[in-house]
């Protein structure tokens, strides 16, 4: 038998419904605040993943599921959306169209980590993208937009991380620091760290490794380094913030994994997912836009873990099973014929039915009721059809009503109609 590829999943129902409350919320939420969906494609050209992300972090350098495309292209399924709304964004031009365009997409990403719980080849984000807006007023705001969403799906016990990883005028400095700083304690560091040493000595920062964690137990600092305006572009979103009635926490180690990020850097974490503690993370990229052939635009997103996410939902609120409100239970040939067209005529007309065809016995088809969840049964045999009613019945109370048959799509969209 042909199985799931390695660090992939299958998303089956009822699960698939707590999936589907949470994407309707997330459009609802984020649609109250401007922003509209974009969708572009899982595929693109591995150049714009290689150019935005950065040639020299884990994702770039090992995550990527990259093949070759028609005539010399390589190709890349996506390991995360801010490159491709960006590349929209340039292609088609939106800057002059609209100078503070709001995005939110939704779908799969795939990045070639280590299988683990909470971490998937195919995983899942929301994402929000904001284009043209250099206030730190917007930076706050999609803060609060995404805390606010996980409070509206009473997920709780989450944390804002806030870090700010400055700007070309200022991070060269830092860099600087850090670099010779840990160059002193090259020998304390994992292999990773030592090649992130000389190429992106920042991710050091964030290494989960203990060793290097130690290392950088006194590190310098970025916010000591921050120029007058990302000094005073950091403090306005931590007012911001707190006018909001947003509770954050300043993480000097946050760097997030990929190298666009600018000024402001956040990560919504929770301490009930283990190891994988990141259910979103985001920050601004105020140089992406142009480093990607578009104008100088400045621009801020985040993405949520979906997988995360769901896992922490659907621990509180476990996936109902949702029957049909009536399920058919037809016995004989001339019953299911009849329950072939009511049962279609009735879903047509917004009630959840199903009828079962299979013509196995009464006692088996009640098993089946009861284990999908039927709201109600509905029986119809050749006494049923002789007498021209048939037997509705209510599988939590038991109370039954006998229906004419030739007004039961009436009668049902009537009694049962949402
Ligand atoms: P990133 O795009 O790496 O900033 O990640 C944003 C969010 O996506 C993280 O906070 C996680 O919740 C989620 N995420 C990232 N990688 C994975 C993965 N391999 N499996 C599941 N969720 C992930």
Known sequence: MIQLVRGFKDILPPETTVWQSIEDTARRHFENFGFREIRPPVLEQAALFQR?????????????????GS?????????????????????????????????YTIGPMFRKE????????????????????????????????CMTFFRRLSVSGLQVHLNSLGCPECRPAFRQKLSEMLAGRAENLCPDCLRRLEKNPLRVLDCKVPACREAVADAPSMLDFLCDDCGQHFRTVQAA???????????????????????????????????????????????????????????????????????????????????????????????????????SQLADAGVRVEADFSGRSLKALMRRADRMGAARVLIVGDQE?????????DMKTRDQVAVPMDRLVAFISEHVGR
């Open 52 to 68: 935005s992300i950065g040639e020299h972090t884990d994702i770039v350098e090992k995550e990527m599921y990259t093949f070759a």
């Open 71 to 103: 005539r010399d292209t390589l190709l890349t399924l996506r390991p995360e959306a801010t490159a491709s709304v960006v590349r929209a964004y340039i292609q088609h031009k939106i800057y002059a169209a609209d100078p503070a365009a709001r995005f």
């Open 114 to 145: 280590r299988p683990q719980k909470g971490r998937y080849r195919q995983f899942y984000q929301i994402n929000a993208e904001v284009f043209g807006v250099d206030s730190p007023y917007m930076d706050a705001q999609l803060i609060y937009m």
């Open 241 to 343: 913030l707190a006018d909001m009635d947003i509770d954050f926490q300043i993480d000097p180690r946050l760097v997030r994994g990929l190298d666009y990020y600018t000024r402001t850097a956040f990560e919504i974490q929770t301490s009930e997912l283990g190891a994988q503690n990141a259910v979103a993370g985001g920050g601004r990229y105020d140089q992406l836009v142009e480093m990607l052939g578009g104008p100088a635009q400045p621009a801020i997103g985040f993405a949520i873990g979906l997988d995360r996410l769901v896992e922490l939902f659907a621990a509180k609120f476990p996936a109902p099973e949702t029957g049909p409100d009536v399920f058919f239970l037809p016995m004989g040939e001339a019953a299911r014929e009849r329950a072939a067209k009511w049962s």
């Open 385 to 393: 059809l002789a007498e021209n009613k048939a037997v509705l019945r």
